[in-house]
């Protein structure tokens, strides 16, 4: 694919992320995310296959490291300036390699976790567990999210939410996190 055709299918994808109107946004999201999945190496066919709701031109990118590491400074401010998007953001963290996402995740977590909708906690829980598991996972970013104490600490109080489902993420968290310190 020719250079200024790939910039400019990912500047219009970037633009729709930036948008004002949570739908461009949120499809803007969807589409990262079938881009992403696309870009692992252990994609399933059915996240191959998935890819046919892209656009012609999104359908042949091949996203690199850097363009991963575009997409996370992109997202990091989204979550910032649109609260109503943050639990999406997270969705689409959890396809980011742990390390292009992971600490600047957990950063995210303690700036604006107090804020974070259920659901929005909840994707963070996710994308957490994702990352933990990984076999590529750095135990130095498990270190690092320990010593921060705000994540922590919003990790014990969703631990403890009426809402099962946060509840149950945020102990597997825990769980892993002291799994890994062992």
């Known amino acids: 694919?020719?250079?200024?055709?790939?910039?400019?299918?990912?500047?219009?994808l970037y633009e729709d992320l930036q948008s004002d109107d949570f739908d461009a946004r949120e499809y803007a999201l969807f589409q990262l995310v079938l881009l992403l999945r696309r870009a692992n190496p252990d994609a399933s066919a059915d996240d191959i296959f998935a890819g046919e709701q892209l656009s012609r031109?999104?359908?042949?990118?091949?996203?690199?490291?850097?363009?991963?590491?575009?997409?996370?400074?992109?997202?990091?401010?989204?979550?910032?300036?649109?609260?109503?998007?943050?639990?999406?953001?997270?969705?689409a963290l959890g396809d980011v390699s742990a390390n292009v996402a992971f600490a600047r995740a957990s950063a995210a977590m303690g700036e604006f976790g107090d804020q974070f909708s259920g659901e929005a906690a909840f994707q963070a829980c996710q994308a957490l567990t994702i990352w933990?598991?990984?076999?590529?996972?750095?135990?130095?970013?498990?270190d690092a999210l320990?010593?921060?104490?705000?994540?922590?600490?919003?990790?014990?109080?969703?631990?403890?939410?009426?809402?099962?489902?946060?509840?149950?993420?945020?102990?597997?968290?825990?769980?892993r996190l002291r799994e890994l310190s062992d």
């Open 1 to 12: 694919m020719k250079r200024a055709y790939r910039e400019r299918a990912l500047s219009r």
């Open 132 to 142: 933990l598991n990984s076999d590529d996972f750095d135990l130095s970013l498990a």
């Open 146 to 175: 320990r010593a921060e104490k705000k994540p922590l600490r919003l990790l014990s109080r969703w631990a403890s939410a009426s809402d099962a489902r946060l509840a149950n993420c945020a102990n597997a968290v825990m769980s």
């Open 57 to 91: 031109e999104l359908r042949r990118i091949r996203l690199s490291p850097a363009d991963q590491a575009t997409i996370v400074e992109r997202l990091m401010r989204l979550i910032s300036r649109h609260e109503d998007s943050r639990a999406s953001v997270f969705w």
